[in-house]
């Protein structure tokens, strides 16, 4: 399933991660290094046996091994994954360490490293509220379970330090979280207007269509609720690309848009270059990155007979094949300047023929589950209730 993930916050999110790796790495090894040096030269022979024991060099490599996949992650924009797998192997590393030094020794504890410290310190910077209550329970775990094994009171110390920086850490994540749903909100407002504006245009340019482009949104959005496994905020940025996926037809003349009879090829061809114009528009506004797959897909048929590039089956994005139903199916349920609305078991009928030829399978069985939802929408905010016409297919020139 491909959904909507913002690709300004991928963006940041990877410069988080980048950040993040690096101080890993530059503290976690400068630490062991000096602290090696300290050890050897200042200490008793007895705290050097800390650091010669354990995992010695493996320690080390394992920690390196996971560089390559950190690489891959960043390649494959898999970016999330590397904090959870970094703190996890680091967690887990330290802890297999500090058991094969200490049990069964009578060394008192001296471990545990200044990195532990900044992973928790630094988690806010994600502003996952997950990750930082892993972070936090992890490493305190981490530590009580040396303790109960050990059966070491020194363990104490740093369980308390790690409690400190845990409770300044989530203050600073409340405060991000605090600032960043302020900015997200008004940024939100801000978009709205924009879209709403957008659309206000489209349908002054084409009074046929008015409210199409709401209902559109509506439809699509049930569909994509009875799927799952869409959050709050991808529903509502797929709800923008939704009400802008005609916005390309403002370059459409409006002797073809609001031509009382079907359109020959010529004027058919010209109809064709919305979703790629529409595209092409948005491009360039800030926020609305995300809108550009529905906006220039949504006429792409599963057959690979669709336009503007032919795309075909899985080919076409996940969210685009959504709005296709609803786009045909709320053609076919309103009047236009060419032909009167078909009724709901007329348009029904067709959605059903259309699978596996114009529609996705998965989508026209999903479309079957969503009908009495849309039919209940369709009844409070259709612009007309036409006669019911017999026969005909679908038109794609909506």
């Not at 806010?124 to 490493?139: D, E, H, Q």
């Not at 002054?204 to 199409?212: A, C, E, M, Q, V």
């Not at 999903?366 to 016409?389: G, L, R």
Request: neutral net charge.
């Amino acid at each position: 399933m491909r959904k909507f993930i913002n690709p300004t916050l991928i963006l940041e999110e990877k410069r988080a991660v980048i950040l993040f790796v690096w101080l890993f790495y530059l503290v976690s090894f400068s630490y062991d290094f000096f602290y090696s040096i300290i050890l050897k030269n200042f200490i008793n022979g007895q705290a050097s046996q800390i650091l010669h024991g354990g995992l010695g060099i493996w320690y080390f490599v394992i920690e390196l091994l996971m560089i390559p996949f950190i690489i891959y992650c960043l390649k494959k924009r898999y970016t999330f994954r590397i904090k959870y797998m970094i703190f996890i192997v680091y967690t887990v590393l330290n802890l297999v360490n500090d058991f094969v030094v200490y049990y069964g020794n009578e060394i008192p504890y001296r471990s545990g490293s200044i990195a532990e410290l900044l992973i928790v310190l630094f988690s806010p910077i994600f502003i996952n509220t997950r990750f930082f209550w892993l972070v936090a329970t992890g490493s305190l775990l981490k530590y009580s379970l040396l303790g109960l094994i050990l059966q070491d009171q020194t363990l104490l110390l740093p369980m308390v330090l790690l409690i400190v920086v845990s409770l300044i850490a989530f203050i600073l994540l409340q405060r991000f979280k605090a600032y960043v749903n302020t900015i997200q909100t008004t940024f939100d407002e801000q978009l709205e207007g924009i879209v709403k504006g957008v659309v206000a245009t489209l349908e002054l340019k084409d009074p046929y269509t008015r409210g199409h482009s709401q209902r559109v949104a509506a439809y699509s959005v049930m569909l994509a609720k009875k799927i799952n496994g869409f959050s709050s905020e991808e529903l509502a940025n797929f709800n923008y690309a939704c009400l802008l996926h005609d916005v390309g037809k403002v370059n459409i003349p409006d002797r073809i848009l609001m031509k009382p009879s079907r359109l020959n090829n010529e004027e058919f061809n010209v109809i064709k270059t919305h979703p790629t114009v529409g595209a092409e528009a948005l491009s360039g506004i800030k926020g609305l990155e995300c809108c550009l797959d529905v906006v220039r897909y949504h006429h792409e048929r599963w057959d690979g007979r669709g336009y503007p590039e032919g795309l075909k089956g899985e080919e076409i994005p996940f969210l685009a094949r959504i709005t296709a139903v609803a786009d045909a199916f709320d053609a076919m349920t309103s009047s236009r300047s060419y032909r009167p609305a078909m009724s709901l078991t007329e348009a029904y009928s067709q959605i059903i023929n259309g699978e596996g030829t114009q529609f996705d399978p998965e989508m026209v069985k999903i479309f079957k589950k969503v009908f009495p939802q849309w039919s209940a929408y369709h009844k409070e905010h259709s612009n007309s209730v036409e006669p019911t016409i017999k026969g005909g297919e679908i038109n794609e020139n909506s």
